[in-house]
């Protein structure tokens, strides 16, 4: 096969970049030893310098924005590991907007604290994660914040040299986390729907499998055995999602079951705002009147959703968003942060007109 000529005038391509990880690799050394290396500190073995210098020559790797940082000590950065770009919403038998609202606590701290922040995102990947610390390591940022879209334990594999705060998930490592308050949230839509003459209530709620099944259940069901309510009185079951093809494949029928249960309610919870969309439109084609003749609560406050129901929906908002804001102020003060249990933040009742108190002492 003959050569293919090139102008001498034509563009040549820009070779890529080498990065730090790649030299770290080459060397098979920590990335924290290259750092050393590059900005010349003690503590590193001859041999291993070598090592490290071989692989930086071979790559041409030109270390200018980590060298940078590493001078300066502080790099005024955070990194935030999220899927909220690919994933957000993505999934109807998730929470909706959860990622973009911690995103958003995120950047508003970041803005008053005058940090930058930089957001990169696993497109759904838990492998990717490592590589993403890697780089966030490489540019020296002060903490990492690492969040996923609904309640999760994970297993992430952080650097202890990093100051790391998860955001809607925790771990059995003792790293510091922010989580949702569900058993409080839970406790809060019960009272309330009590409290307004609803004595007969249903909640059909998330997935058995879901970290937030068996902690809303148990708010729920204390909250009616406190305020009077005898078991005939309330019914609590799962939502269909788990091994079917679609997410509402059974809603229905598990709704009808629910009506029809013993407690006959006058009131209905809902495991999210999906759900509870869902049932808007079941209530609909079985003519059932909101809040005449039912009263509806649903979970998270997906305003995309509340808002453009008919009647608006009367639901639990759950704190994405002041999660997101206090990892910030979290990670200033790391040291003092507790290693144990997660810190829960409190959920917030938004009372619109799919819910009212009732007079109803029949059932439908």
């Known amino acids: 096969m003959p050569k293919t000529r090139t102008s001498s005038n034509a563009p040549q391509e820009k070779k890529k970049e080498a990065t730090i990880v790649q030299v770290a690799n080459l060397a098979g050394v920590s990335f924290k030893t290259v750092s050393r290396v590059v900005n010349k500190e003690s503590g590193v073995k001859a041999k291993t310098r070598d090592k490290v210098i071989r692989a930086i020559n071979k790559l041409n790797y030109q270390p200018t924005q980590s060298a940078r940082i590493m001078r300066t000590k502080k790099s005024g950065i955070l990194g935030l590991i999220t899927s909220a770009i690919t994933h957000s919403g993505s999934d109807p038998g998730e929470s909706g907007l959860s990622s973009i609202h911690i995103v958003r606590g995120v950047q508003q701290a970041c803005h008053e604290l005058g940090l930058k922040l930089m957001i ?48 809607n998930c925790f771990d059995d490592k003792g790293t510091p986390s922010l989580i949702p308050n569900d058993l409080q949230g839970q406790m809060l839509a019960t009272r309330y729907l009590i409290e307004n003459n609803h004595r007969r209530i249903g909640f059909l709620g998330l997935p058995e499998d879901n970290i937030a099944y068996p902690i809303r259940k148990k708010g729920f069901i204390e909250t009616c055995q406190k305020m009077g309510l005898n078991q005939s009185d309330y019914a609590y079951i799962p939502g269909g999602f788990i091994h079917t093809q679609s997410v509402f494949e059974k809603f229905d029928n598990q709704l009808e079951t629910l009506i029809h249960s013993t407690c006959k309610p006058t009131a209905i919870m809902f ?14 084609n079985h003519s059932i009147k909101i809040p005449e003749q039912i009263s509806m609560v649903g979970f998270d406050n997906d305003v995309r959703i509340c808002m453009n129901l008919t009647p608006t929906l009367s639901t639990i908002m759950l704190p994405y968003y002041r999660m997101g ?26 009372i619109r007109n799919s819910s009212k108190k009732t007079n109803l002492q029949q059932p439908l």
């Not at 993403?132 to 040299?161: C, M, W």
């Open 120 to 167: 990169s995102d696993t497109d759904g990947d838990p492998n990717e994660i490592q590589n993403l610390l890697q780089i966030f390591h490489s540019y020296q940022v002060e903490g990492i914040i690492a969040t996923a879209d609904r309640l999760l334990k994970v297993d992430y594999p952080l650097n202890e040299e990093l100051s790391t705060i998860l955001v």
């Open 325 to 350: 804001y206090l990892s910030v102020y979290r990670l200033r003060d790391y040291q003092s942060l507790n290693r144990g249990e997660p810190e829960q933040v409190d959920c917030e009742l938004i």
């Open 271 to 284: 495991g999210n705002d999906i759900m509870a969309l869902r049932g808007t439109r079941y209530f609909l």
